[in-house]
C-alpha cells in the first residue's frame, strides 16, 4: 500500500490514459455507454479522497520509474493538486452526463479520457519538458474537442485554436529550451539555486517565455480575443470543459513555475498585475457589448482569470490562496453556466444570440432557478460561493497592499450585474414567441444542478475551504 | 497583407531567430546538465543512450508523446474531410505499380529491423515505425487507384492494433509497478539486462520500441489513409 501511495501521481495519470483503450474495447460491439468513463473518474476520485490526508501530512513526492529527478521525471502529489483535480474531476463527470448525442458519443469520451489525463499530468508534474507533454495532450484534445461539432463555426473556431494553441506552446517550449541550456536541469524542486546563480538573459528570458506562454493559454491580455473565438464555436459541453478543466489546469502550472522560480516572481509582480489589471477591464467592458451568449460567458473568463492572477501576482500567501480559491469556484460556476446553455438546444434553436435564448417549456423554473444562483455567483452576490471567494480575494488583494486591484476586482462586479440581468431578463421574459418546432424534449434534469448546488452548500464551509487553499499554498511555497 | 509588410515581418522574424539562436550559443552557463551517457550502460543496459533516456529513464514523457500519435490518429479519422484526395483518378505507370511489390518487403524489414534494434543501434520505435508505415501508405495509395480501395490492414484493424499497443504500453508500465513498485521500472524489477550490445538485452527497452514502433507506424497509417480512403 505504501508503494501505491508513493506511485499515486503516475496512477492518477495512467488510469485515464488506461480509460481510452478500455472505452474502445468495451464499446467495439455495440453503441457504448458513458459507464466506463464514469468508472475512470470515480476511481480517480476515489484515489484522491482516500490520499487526501496523506497529503495534508506531506507532499508525495515520486520519481518516474523510479528514477530520481534530473536523472527522471519528479512528481508530486500535493494539496494543490488535490483540490484542482476535484474541481476538474467534477466538470468531466457532468461533461459526460452532459453529451447526449448519439453520434460521435465514443470520440467525445476518447478525447475527454485524454483531455482528463492531460490535465491531471500538468497538475501534478514537477519536471518543465514533462509538463510540455502534458501540455501537447490537453492541447490537442480541445483543439479536437472544439472542431467535435464538424460545421463550418467548429473548423473555424478550432483553427484560431490551433494557430494561438501552437504559438503559445512553442514560446513554452522555447523557454523550456533555454532553461535547460543554461541551468542544466528541467526539475522545478531544484531550478531556483541555479537559476538565480545564472547570468545573462537568457534565463530570465526564458522563463518569461514560459511565463508568456502559459499567460497565452488563459487568455490574458493582449492575447485575449482568441479565447472568445474558439468557445463560440465549440459546443456548450465542450466550452464548459475548456473553460473549466484546462484553465484551471494551467493556472495551477502557472502558479508551480511562479513558485519554483521566487526570484524573477518577485520582479515581475508588476507586469503580472498590470496584465491582471488590464484582463479584468477588458475581459468585463468586452463581455458588456457581446451580442451572443458562449462569447458574453468568454469574456467574463478573461476577467476571472486576472482576479485570480491580481490575486497572485500580490505575493503574500492568503493572497495566493484566495486567488487560487476564486479560480476553482470559478471553474465550477463557467463551466455550470455553459452547461446550462445546452438546455437552449432543447428548445430547438441553435443560434445562442442573447435575443434568442430561451430555457425549455420542461423544468422551465428549475432552469431559471439555476441561471440566477449561477449569476449572483459569478457577479459575487451572497449567500452562494462565487461571493465568497470573491469576498476573500478583495480582501487579501487589498491587505497585500493592492488597493487599486481590489478595488477593479469589486467594481467588476457592478459590471457583470449589468450583463447577467441583460441575459437573465431575456431568460424570464423570452422576447421571442415560442419556437414551432421544439427539439428532442429531454426529460433528463439539466446537468449543472450538481456544480449549482455544490456552490450552494460549500458557500457554508467557506472559510475552511479557504483554509484549505493556504495550506496548499503553503505546501507549495515551501517545497521550493 | 501587402508583399513589403509580408517581407517586413518574416525579415523580422528571421532576424529576431538570429539574434536568439546567437543569444543562446554564447549564454553562459550555471551547471552543465546532467550527462545520461555514461550511466545508461550500467543503469539500463542499452548502448544506445538516446533510447536509454526515451525508454527508460524518461518513459512516462514517452508514454505521452504516444500518447499524442493515437490522440491525432483518433482526431483525423474522425474529422475526414469530405472531398477525399483526388489522386484515385490518376493512372500510374506499370514501372511503380511493380516497383512497389519488389521494394516493399525490404521497406517493412528495414522497419522492424530498426525497431527491435533501437537499444543497440541508432534508429528504435518512433524511426521504425515511420519506416513501417511509409510501405503501408505506400501500397495504400499505389493499388487504390482506380476507384478500388486497396490496404494491408484494415482502417477497423488498424484501430484495434493501435489500442492494443497502448494496453500493451501501460502494461509494461504495470509490470515495473507490480515488481519494483514504480511504474515503468526497467532493471529494479529483477529482469535481466543481459549482455550490452545483444539484440536481447536492455530489459523493457525492447518491449517499448516494440510497442511504440507499432502504435507509431500505424498510427501514421491511419492518419495517410484517413485523408483518401472511405
Known sequence: ??????????????????????????????????????????????????????????????????????????????????????????????????????????????????????????????????????????????????????????????????????????????????????????????????????????????????????????????????????????????????????????????????????????????????????????????????????????????????????????????????????????????????????????????????????????????????????????????????????????????????????????????????YYLRVGIQLVHPGLPELSSPGPASRRLPVPLAGTALILLLAVFSDRLLAFCVQAVVQLLEAV | MSRISAAVLVSGIIVFGVIIAFELAVAPRTADPLNHAPLTLRDTGAVNAVSAILFDYRALDTLGEATVILMTATVVAFLTPRAKASMLAVRLSSIVLYGVVLLLPFITILGIAVMAHGHVSPGGGFTGGVIVATSTVFYAVVYSVGGQQSYVIAPAANKLIENTAMTAFIGVGLLGLGLAGSFLANAQTGIPLGTPGELLSAGTIPMLNLISGVKVGVGLGIIVMSLFLE
Open chain 1, 1 to 418: 500500500m505504501n508503494s501505491l501511495l508513493t506511485e499515486l501521481p503516475v496512477l492518477l495519470i495512467v488510469i485515464p490514459l488506461a480509460g481510452v483503450p478500455l472505452l474502445y474495447f468495451t464499446t467495439r460491439s455495440g453503441r457504448g455507454t458513458a459507464l466506463p468513463a464514469l468508472a475512470v473518474i470515480l476511481v480517480v476520485v476515489t484515489l484522491l479522497s482516500f490520499s487526501i490526508r496523506d497529503a495534508m501530512h506531506a507532499p508525495v513526492v515520486t520519481a518516474a520509474g523510479g528514477w530520481q529527478p534530473d536523472l527522471g521525471i519528479g512528481l508530486q502529489f500535493d494539496l494543490l493538486a488535490v483540490a484542482a483535480m476535484l474541481v476538474t474531476s467534477l466538470i468531466v463527470a457532468q461533461a459526460i452526463l452532459s453529451h447526449d448525442e448519439t453520434s460521435g458519443a465514443q470520440h467525445f469520451r476518447t478525447l475527454l479520457m485524454l483531455l482528463y489525463a492531460g490535465s491531471n499530468g500538468l497538475m501534478l508534474t514537477q519536471d518543465l519538458f514533462n509538463a510540455y507533454v502534458f501540455i501537447e495532450i490537453t492541447s490537442i484534445a480541445s483543439y479536437a474537442l472544439v472542431a467535435s461539432r464538424q460545421d463550418k463555426g467548429g473548423f473555424e473556431s478550432a483553427f484560431k485554436y490551433v494557430v494561438m494553441g501552437s504559438f503559445a506552446g512553442l514560446l513554452v517550449l522555447w523557454g523550456i529550451a533555454g532553461l535547460y541550456l543554461t541551468t542544466g536541469t528541467l526539475d522545478m524542486q531544484s531550478l531556483a539555486p541555479r537559476f538565480d546563480a545564472a547570468q545573462g538573459a537568457v534565463p530570465a528570458l526564458s522563463a518569461a517565455a514560459i511565463i508568456a506562454g502559459l499567460l497565452i493559454k488563459l487568455g490574458q491580455v493582449p492575447f485575449h480575443a482568441w479565447k472568445a473565438d474558439s468557445l463560440s464555436g465549440a459546443s456548450y459541453t465542450v466550452s464548459a470543459l475548456l473553460s473549466g478543466v484546462t484553465t484551471t489546469a494551467f493556472f495551477v502550472l502557472l502558479l508551480r513555475v511562479l513558485s519554483a522560480l521566487p526570484s524573477l516572481t518577485l520582479s515581475l509582480a508588476p507586469v503580472l498585475t498590470t496584465i491582471a489589471s488590464l484582463s479584468i477591464i477588458t475581459g468585463h467592458l468586452m463581455a458588456l457589448r457581446q451580442p451572443r451568449y458562449s462569447r458574453l460567458l468568454a469574456y467574463s473568463s478573461v476577467a476571472h482569470i486576472g482576479y485570480g492572477l491580481l490575486a497572485v501576482s500580490s505575493g503574500a500567501v492568503t493572497a495566493i490562496a484566495a486567488g487560487l480559491f476564486h479560480i476553482l469556484v470559478h471553474a465550477i460556476m463557467k463551466s455550470s453556466l455553459f452547461f446550462l446553455g445546452r438546455s437552449f438546444l432543447h428548445t430547438g434553436n441553435r443560434s445562442d444570440r442573447l435575443e434568442a435564448i430561451v430555457f425549455p417549456e420542461q423544468y422551465r423554473k428549475l432552469h431559471v432557478t439555476l441561471y440566477v444562483l449561477l449569476a449572483m455567483s459569478m457577479i459575487g452576490i451572497p449567500p452562494v460561493l462565487g461571493f465568497t471567494s470573491k469576498w476573500y480575494a478583495v480582501l487579501e488583494t487589498a491587505r497585500a497592499g493592492y488597493h487599486t486591484g481590489a478595488v477593479l476586482i469589486a467594481l467588476g462586479g457592478a459590471v457583470a450585474l449589468v
